[in-house]
């Protein structure tokens, strides 16, 4: 049960065994309650339930409790939750774009059931407060050029409390596996014979662009999609990869590309690219400052200088781009009059 109450003060008993209920004793705690618990049928006398509001009974219904309960003269409400799956595991969480109702259904669940979770910059926050009341929350992101936590400490720490039997989360902007870092995170953890489940998330390589109306696909248009990591300037030999997919209409996308703009523009043309290719640059995707600029290979430095665009932005280069533009209906009527 997900409790946002305010409890503040409120003498809340909470039973069962004391790994079952840490996860219980934790939100009710979080919620400002005065937490008692005891952890046997056998041990519950009429002093616990002195003033006591509410009791919370963690696992299966055990007539034992009920047993207990009635020959201590309880008269409180009891309400009855599962326990705290055990311990010792990693999740890694993809918490998509950024926007709290953009994260699955797998990944509230995951965070309902952490101990622990460690958050990047660009995960959604206010959903981990909101799933994960009680859990311990340590930010570790990272931004362009400032990682306060090395991804080595990252990784030791999830091992560590994995290994002091708790249940971690590791929540990630987007996919975990997109860019995030998530392979060497299960690498770490597999490492030590700690088990780890993944929960993909809604990668923003597919979602910004959507958000600004650009399709990474689109029928006789686009039918393939490049995702690159523009974290480091491309080589020519990727330049002259991706200027010959966009020959073939297909959409490169570009994360963490804000920076190696004018590199990444001047290498396309170089490369043979058609300087009139449409180009996007999609800021804070799902937030109300999200922000698109468009404009073409040719004149991108210039208009993105302008703009003054920043990260976290997604890149787009393509005919695709044309989709987000005041041409749009003309675009639409043009591509399905061949028959779409
Ligand atoms: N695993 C993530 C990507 C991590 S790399 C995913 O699947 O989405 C971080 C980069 O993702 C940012 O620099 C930016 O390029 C992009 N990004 C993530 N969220 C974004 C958002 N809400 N708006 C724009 N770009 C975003």
Known sequence: ???????????????????????????????????????????????????VALAV???????????????????????????????????LVGGGPGADDLLTVRAVEALQ???????????????????????EIVPVGKTPGHHPVPQAKIQELMVEHALAGR????????????????????AACAAHGIPVDVVPGITSAVSVPGAAGIPVTFREVSRMFTVASGH???????????????????????LMGVATLPHLVAGLVRAGADPATPLAVVE???????????????????DTA?????????????????????????FLAEVTAHGC
């Open 167 to 186: 249940s971690v989360v590791r929540l990630k902007g987007g996919d975990p596996y997109v860019f995030g870092r998530g392979a060497e995170e299960l």
């Open 113 to 135: 059931d952490a101990d622990v979770v460690f958050v990047d910059r660009l995960a959604p926050a206010g959903a981990v407060a909101a799933a994960a009341p009680g859990a």
């Open 232 to 254: 480091v300037p491309f080589s020519e030999a990727e330049l002259a990869h991706f200027a010959g997919l966009g020959a073939g209409g297909g959409t490169l996308v570009v």
């Open 1 to 51: 049960m997900l409790l946002t109450a305010d409890l503040t003060g409120v003498p809340v008993l909470v039973l069962g065994a004391p790994d079952d209920t840490r996860r219980a004793r934790r939100r009710y705690e979080a919620a400002g309650a005065a937490v008692r618990s005891v952890t046997g049928p056998d041990l519950l006398g009429p002093a616990d339930l002195t003033g």
């Open 57 to 91: 009974l963690v696992g299966p219904a055990a007539p034992r409790w009920r047993e207990a309960l009635d020959a201590a003269g309880a008269r409180v409400p009891v309400v009855q939750e599962p326990a705290a799956r055990a311990g010792g595991r990693v999740t």
């Open 306 to 330: 302008a703009a003054g665009c920043g990260s976290p932005a997604v890149v787009v280069v393509g005919p695709v781009v044309r989709l987000a533009t005041a041409e749009r209906d003309a």
């Open 284 to 302: 804070r995707g799902f937030t109300d400052r999200q922000r698109s600029t468009i404009t073409t290979l040719a004149t991108a430095v210039e």
